[in-house]
């Protein structure tokens, strides 16, 4: 048991620092240009495809990966500057219905380019097998891969943010944007670089996570309801608040699947395959719910 609980903390840790990739981007745009985009998970899904695709074509994950992540961008860039800058002045649901129209087309377009059938595709050879930690326990090698590339961003983040001048003015804009612009910011490059950056992260978390998971139409819908809750947890606009957030859910959505099972099993194995799984997911929002009611603007709010 105690191995089990041991392998699903990492697993948690893992999957917090995804969900990390694709929250941090989405707490700067909403914290800054005050923009509700549910189609930050379509970016997710867009980068796991074409990284899919590359891997595929060139026979190598990591040219593979820079090629997804840099076309993803690229898309990132053209879809800010043609359609989200006119949701800007608009208010809150104009938003959500803009963006979410841009989910329907998003994947509609992978359905018609690559199929209904989720593509696969495997890690590196390099990274297929498990690593020993201790005598008696192994972890696989890719996972720990991801966990490394995970802290790797969030510690270039936090220095990108927090000790140079280009994060001065985006943590000036996620302070007070009006004030930003008054002083010179470029806002305008600001928002594109922006959400370069997110659709970037979006497209790394989508290609790392791709050979564990299947690459699929929609995948992006249930992650962007995590990363949404990530995000006000955290605090909005807040690179840290992200990072702690991500992390707490990771860890209690993966150990409270893992967990919460065990402990409906005397009930028969009808209640534990239905009633805990649903339990397992509501824990996430019971979080949500009891920081929010001690810290109604989130853990680590901007400007705080």
């Not at 087309?105 to 390099?126: C, D, H, K, Y």
Request: include cysteine.
């Amino acid at each position: 048991m105690n191995t089990v609980i041991l392998e699903q903390t990492l697993n948690g840790i893992q999957f917090g620092l995804m969900l990390f990739l694709l929250a941090a981007g989405l707490t700067l745009v909403f914290g800054i240009m005050d923009l509700v985009n549910l189609s930050h998970g379509s970016l997710y899904m867009i980068g796991a495809y074409l990284i899919a695709t590359f891997t595929q074509a060139l026979d190598s994950f990591w040219l593979g990966m820079l090629l997804g992540i840099g076309v993803t961008a690229c898309v990132g860039v053209l879809l800010e500057m043609t359609i989200l800058r006119q949701l800007y002045k608009r208010d809150h649901l104009s938003q959500v219905l803009g963006t979410f129209a841009i989910i329907l087309i998003a994947n509609e377009s992978v359905r018609i380019l690559w199929g209904p059938q989720p593509l696969t595709f495997n890690p590196p050879a390099s990274l297929a097998g498990p690593v020993e930690l201790f005598p008696g326990f192994e972890y696989p090698a890719y996972r720990l891969a991801i966990m490394a590339v995970g802290a790797l961003v969030a510690a270039a983040l936090y220095v990108l943010i927090s000790k140079t001048r280009i994060g001065m003015k985006v943590r000036a804009g996620a302070a007070d944007r009006e004030m930003a612009e008054a002083m010179g910011a470029k806002v305008s490059w600001m928002f594109s670089g922006l959400f370069a950056c997110g659709a970037a992260l979006c497209a790394l978390a989508g290609g790392m996570l791709g050979p564990l998971l299947a690459v699929q139409v929609g995948m992006g819908e249930s992650i962007l309801i995590l990363a949404f809750v990530v995000v006000v947890i955290g605090g909005i606009g807040s690179v840290r608040g992200a990072f702690v957030g991500s992390l707490l859910v990771g860890m209690i959505d993966t150990l409270g699947r893992a967990v919460i099972p065990s402990l409906f099993s005397g009930f028969g194995p009808e209640v534990a395959s239905s009633v805990a799984p649903a339990l397992a997911a509501i824990l996430i929002y019971l979080l949500m719910a009891a920081i929010l009611f001690w810290k109604p603007k989130g853990l680590f709010p901007v400007g705080a």
